[in-house]
């Protein structure tokens, strides 16, 4: 007898490896995307304010990621209503035990043969993207086109995956993941951080345990690494953000290390549990995928349940760990529902709190589309259209606090300071609106390589110099009342129309002079112009302060 030489085409075997990889990634991130954008911006709204206990956050977390199939997405998110003061670290830290718990639902999926029906799937998913107009129907379509592409790929990976696993050197590798689990956990951790999805890693992991090359111990260690790894996402969103962003990250971080760390020490005890339970509820367990998404959910849920009573010296944990510095404050300010009936002026002052939060993410905002116009800065690029988004959420959430203040029987002077209030917020949602602009002309200026010329930079920094000024004083000036502080803004303002007229002028005259292109023309003049417009938004609201009565001009609506 001979012994069988396996024969790969490893061209043929490579490609269909990377090319399934490539369709599986672009397919999970397509659905994704598309279930982000059929639940739209109510989806933010819903996540802060039925996130007030832990268990709620638990799960709305369970039920958001469920619905747009990703952790890192909703991670990302609360991470980002943290950075705003919308939601507060404990109710953060439900939310992320609950996205833990949510993110299996994709591994339960792919352990159903679900994959002799991706072609279909596919089919049906191109004919409501390309050939039907409504925008509800499209994004539809192209969740279930991802939802296909998904699987496609993942058969398109099997198929030659299990020609590797028969390959001698290839199995002896995976089974000394199952010697040394600390290697498993590696793995998991690298591949997921890499490729930024533990849903993709559980599915690789499907696949080749369905081939039987990969123990179940080594399994089950790869499942603890992938855990570990996709805390990347929200590391990455909470980067360059407030200490309460940072501390939410550290939070997912700090969840999912120790829950890995005290599974992996327990891994034997653990694999006994998956063993028992996969003999008595799953056919053929050692190279069935659902195996593997018992171990995730298994894991995810055990962690949970644990951490769960641990909630406050968690977060006394990660307090300790990222410590506040000097920054911008935005505290979470909470709209008293009961104030407005029992006490309108302190529902008025409630408000002006929730105004002077509304007004730090402003000035965020502002450094965020400075960096991104003047440095290049092309991280905080998302992070200021997320604060754009943050802003028109609180300008509903304040406006709405208002109107039901307006309905009680109030005092001319109560009147007067709740339509003050109104229009304050509208500028302040206004120069969100502006500030967005601006960001999305510098965007289209870095895409053509448009360079500002040396002059004109600098007179766009002495512009946001005196815009920074001013957006800060016109703030203080109306949570203070300091009639002083607003002459002080309301004079400036002169100086800064003259500046954008002297400013257009010169490039304009740079333009003639050939020193600069003429497709240059228009994106300057319209940042010059929207720079002057956010001027007029904080002249706006000190205007207020400067009169006693109601007297908003409305010029620049």
């Known amino acids: 007898m001979y012994p069988i030489i396996l024969t790969i085409d490893w061209k043929v075997t490579i490609f269909e490896i990377l090319g399934g990889l490539g369709i599986f990634l672009f397919g999970i991130n397509l659905m994704s995307t598309a279930l982000k954008k059929l639940a739209g911006s109510k989806l933010k709204l819903f996540l802060e304010k039925a996130t007030n206990t832990p268990f709620k956050g638990i799960l709305v977390g369970i039920l958001i990621t469920a619905i747009i199939q ?15 003061g919308l939601m507060t670290l404990p109710q953060a830290v439900g939310v992320v035990f609950g996205a833990n718990i949510g993110t299996t639902v994709t591994s339960l999926l792919i352990s159903l043969k679900i994959g002799d029906y991706a072609m279909p799937i596919m089919f049906v998913g191109s004919v409501m993207t390309f050939f039907f107009q409504g925008r509800k129907v499209k994004e539809a379509g192209q969740a279930i086109l991802g939802f296909g592409m998904l699987f496609f790929g993942l058969e398109t990976m099997g198929d030659s995956l299990k020609q590797l696993v028969e390959l001698e050197a290839f199995s002896n590798m ?46 089950i260690a790869i499942v ?39 599974f992996l020490i327990l891994i034997h005890p653990f694999f006994l549990l998956i063993s028992f339970l996969g003999e008595h509820l799953i056919p053929d367990f050692l190279t069935n995928k659902f195996t593997i998404s018992l171990t995730h959910v298994l894991f995810n849920l055990i962690n949970v349940f644990i951490m769960y009573w641990f909630i406050k010296q968690l977060v006394w944990l990660v307090t300790k760990i990222v410590p506040s510095k000097n920054e911008i404050a935005m505290n979470d300010v909470v709209l008293e529902e009961h104030l407005i009936k029992s006490s309108p002026d302190l529902a008025l002052e409630n408000a002006l709190k929730a105004i002077t939060n509304m007004g730090n993410v402003c000035k965020v905002m502002f450094e965020y589309t400075y960096d991104f116009s003047i440095n290049k ?14 802003l028109d959420t609180m300008d509903d959430k304040i406006h709405n606090y208002l109107i039901k203040i307006s309905a009680n029987d109030l005092g001319d002077k109560q009147v007067q300071q709740i339509a003050k209030d109104m229009d304050t917020i509208t500028d302040l ?31 766009l920094t002495e512009l946001y110099e005196l815009l920074r000024k001013t957006l800060h004083q016109s ?19 002169d100086l800064l129309d003259k500046l954008v007229k002297k400013y257009r002028k010169n490039h304009v005259t740079r333009v003639n002079d050939n020193k600069c292109a003429e497709t240059d023309a228009g994106f300057y003049v319209d940042i010059l112009s929207n720079m002057e417009r956010i001027g007029d938004h904080c002249n706006n609201i000190v205007i207020n302060i400067l009169s006693e009565s109601y007297t908003h001009d409305d010029t620049y609506f």
């Open 475 to 493: 703030l203080e000036a109306y949570a203070t009342k300091n009639k002083e502080l607003a002459m002080e803004v309301n004079v400036r303002e």
């Open 377 to 390: 800065d092309l991280k905080v690029k998302e992070l200021g259209i997320q604060c754009e988004e943050l």
């Open 429 to 459: 949602e206004r120069v969100g609106d502006h500030l967005t602009n601006l960001i999305e002309f510098f965007d289209e200026r870095h895409v053509q390589k448009i360079e500002l010329f040396p002059e004109a930079k600098a007179d």
């Open 70 to 84: 990703s952790s890192s997405a909703t991670t990302a998110i609360v991470v980002g209503l943290v950075r705003a």
């Open 224 to 262: 603890l690494g992938d855990n570990i790894g996709t805390t990347v996402t929200s590391v990455m969103a909470a980067a360059g953000g407030s200490s309460a962003a940072k501390r939410t990250a550290g939070v997912h971080v700090v969840f999912n290390l120790i829950g890995s760390i005290i």
């Open 174 to 219: 995976l089974i000394s993941v199952s010697d040394m689990p600390i290697l498993g956990v590696l793995v998991g951790m690298v591949t997921t951080a890499l490729i930024q999805s533990s849903s993709a890693t559980i599915g690789i992991l499907q696949q080749l345990y369905s081939t039987g090359g990969v123990p179940l111990i080594g399994a």
